[in-house]
C-alpha cells in the first residue's frame, strides 16, 4: 500500500509541476493505451484521475503561489491519466493478467523499464519513452498489491530526469533517486 501512495504522491506532485501545450495525446510517443477497464469499474474502489491541458494549466498556476521556483521544473507535461482498483479475489487474476500484458507490451517497443519489483504479493513497473534527442517523453507505471489496489500511471509530455531523480529521493522510490540527468543509473 506504501508503494500505491508514492505512486500517487509522485502524480500528484508531477501534475503540479506541469504546463500542458495540446488536447489530443493519443499519438504522442509517451502516450500508452491500457486497454479497456470497463470490468474493473464494478469493483468497490476506483479512482480515475485525467489531468488534462486545462486542469494541468490550473494546477501550474496554483503551484506558482507555493513555489515560486516551481516554473524551472515544468517541461511540458500534457497529460497525467491514473486508474486505480481495488484489488478482491473475483478481480485479482483479471488484474494480473492486464498488468503483465503492459508489461510484454512495453518490454517489446521502444519503453525503457526503469524498476521492476516482483515479490509473492506485488509486482510494479516503471517505464520511460525516450525520444530521439534522449529525451523522457513518457513515463508509465503498473503497481498490484494483493490485498490493496492495482494502479495503472501515465505520464505524457516532455520530463525532466532530474525531477524525477528528486521525486525518488523525496518519496523513497526504489532505484529512482539514482537516475542522473544522461539517462543512466548512478552507482
Known sequence: MNKLKIIIATVTFLSINVFAQSTDV???????DFGDFTEFENSTKVTEVILDEDLLSVLATMSDEEDPNIMSNRNGIRVVKENIYEIRDENKDLLKKKINEIDSKLSNTNWKRIVKTRSEDEMANVYIKLNSDKQIVGLAVTNFEEGGE??????????????????????????????NHDGDKKN
Do not use: M, Q, S
Request: hydrophobic share 45%.
Open 26 to 32: 493519443t499519438n504522442e510517443p509517451g502516450y500508452v
Open 150 to 179: 492495482a494502479a495503472f500511471v501515465n505520464i505524457v509530455g516532455n520530463i525532466d530526469l532530474a525531477t524525477i531523480g528528486k521525486l525518488g529521493k523525496k518519496f523513497g522510490i526504489p532505484h529512482l533517486e539514482r537516475v
